[in-house]
């Protein structure tokens, strides 16, 4: 159910003048390295093929005039570059626009207006970072309408810093550096601390999406929690460990050493971080080996950290993932991102789609009250020009 770029143009037309040009940046979702990234650690995640898309055409001046065809396709809003206060309801989508436009021009990249709509099929809030496809499709408009030359870490830093205005969340890097560099076929092994990947090619398997359709009230506030924990524990690990800046720093041996310096829930979530770095590396070499079933079982424990030593799990994640365990052809499944709603994804067989697919809808709905979300993704390319 890909995006019909035909249909996008179409509906430029029918309020717009000109041909526009497409930009797009797709969503993610995270194989394993959970809660890793603001800690300088590794992820392993893949752009999917559920993009958001821009057809604009650029203006002169510095008014930008934009319609979002999945919130408000009658109005066309309109503000100006020189104006760019934020909306003051929470993250309306104009927001990641105006914080863009700011974090590019304080950084000295001078924008023109544009003018055209917005559309995508990145589940909204659904776990596989709508906000980061919204933000970094924002960014490629720019770049290429202002011929920009960012240098590409440069980019996934700013973006960041714009989509971090607009949410109130202190996020790492992956999911504006996967909605950026993101590779068909292939996960990225992003070192987070020097922002770098290696492209991971992933051997046959399927990835299934299933979106608890939970609201996410509370997240950013547990995250930024979390994050600070992380902090801390890092920064009394160093009082015995001078090297340590980052729990990426930090083993297994010298976390036992360092227990008595730390607070029983600050100790399990330095646990979970130290524990998953060790996952994520892991899951690389038996990814290259194509041991789907060793990997699966990698991802199933990254779960059961997050849920026990993190706390961001909740009960319909771990709903969908005690579901999708018993499957037969599933070789592992796990809450992915921020947590406390959103999605988990499953690792399996392709045959098993259509039973994982009928067992999460029927079991998660008889055991929370509510309708999944279920679809399989691929691994798709990062931003870029539709042309
Ligand atoms: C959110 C953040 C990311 C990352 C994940 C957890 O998606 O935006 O930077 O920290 O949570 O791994």
């Keep these: 159910m890909a995006l019909d770029h035909a249909l996008l143009r179409n509906e430029y037309a029918a309020r717009f003048a000109g041909t526009p040009r497409l930009f797009r940046a797709p969503g993610r979702v995270n194989l394993i390295g959970e809660h890793t990234d603001y800690n300088d650690g590794f992820v392993l995640p893949c752009a999917i093929d559920r993009e958001v898309v821009f057809a604009v055409t650029p203006r002169a001046d510095r008014v930008v005039r934009l319609a979002a065809l999945d919130f408000d396709p009658a109005t066309v809003v309109e503000f100006d570059l020189d104006d760019a206060g934020f909306v003051q309801s929470q993250h309306h989508w104009s927001n990641y626009v105006k914080g863009m436009v700011s974090v590019l021009e304080a950084n000295g990249f001078g924008c023109s207006g544009f003018e055209g709509i917005i559309a995508g099929d990145v589940p909204i809030g659904g776990g596989v970072s709508s906000s980061s496809a919204f933000t970094a499709a924002v960014a490629t408009t720019l770049e290429v309408l202002n011929g920009l030359t960012v240098d590409p870490k440069r980019m996934v830093e700013l973006i960041l810093d714009a989509e971090n205005a607009a949410t109130g969340l202190r996020g790492g890097i992956m999911d504006q550096y996967t909605a950026r560099m993101g590779k068909a076929g292939s996960a990225l092994l992003i070192d987070c601390r020097i922002k770098e990947h290696e492209?991971?090619?992933?051997?046959?398997?399927?990835?299934?999406?299933?979106?608890?359709?939970?609201?996410?009230?509370?997240?950013?506030?547990?995250?930024?929690?979390?994050?600070?924990?992380?902090?801390?524990?890092?920064?009394?690990?160093?009082?015995?460990?001078?090297?340590?800046?980052a729990l990426r720093d930090?083993?297994?041996?010298?976390?036992?050493?360092?227990?008595?310096?730390?607070?029983?829930?600050?100790?399990?979530?330095?646990?979970?971080?130290?524990?998953?770095?060790?996952?994520?590396?892991?899951?690389?070499?038996?990814?290259a080996k194509g041991d789907l079933e060793r990997f699966g079982r990698l991802v199933t424990q990254s779960h059961q950290s997050l849920r026990d030593d993190y706390e961001v799990s909740c009960e319909e994640l771990d709903a969908l993932c005690e579901i999708a365990w018993t499957v037969p052809g599933v070789y592992g499944a796990r809450m992915v991102g921020a947590g406390f709603g959103g999605c988990i994804i499953a690792v399996c067989e392709a045959g098993a789609v259509a039973p994982l697919t009928s067992a999460l809808m029927r079991e998660y709905a008889r055991r929370c009250g509510r309708e999944a979300d279920v679809y399989a993704t691929v691994p798709s390319d990062g931003a870029g020009e539709i042309l």
């Design 199 to 245: 492209i991971v090619s992933l051997p046959e398997m399927t990835i299934v999406v299933a979106d608890t359709r939970r609201a996410r009230t509370l997240a950013a506030t547990a995250y930024n929690e979390r994050r600070a924990q992380c902090e801390l524990a890092s920064r009394l690990i160093a009082t015995r460990y001078p090297g340590v800046t």
């Design 250 to 287: 930090v083993t297994n041996a010298m976390l036992d050493d360092c227990r008595d310096l730390l607070s029983r829930d600050v100790y399990r979530r330095a646990r979970h971080v130290v524990t998953e770095t060790e996952r994520t590396h892991a899951s690389v070499e038996l990814l």
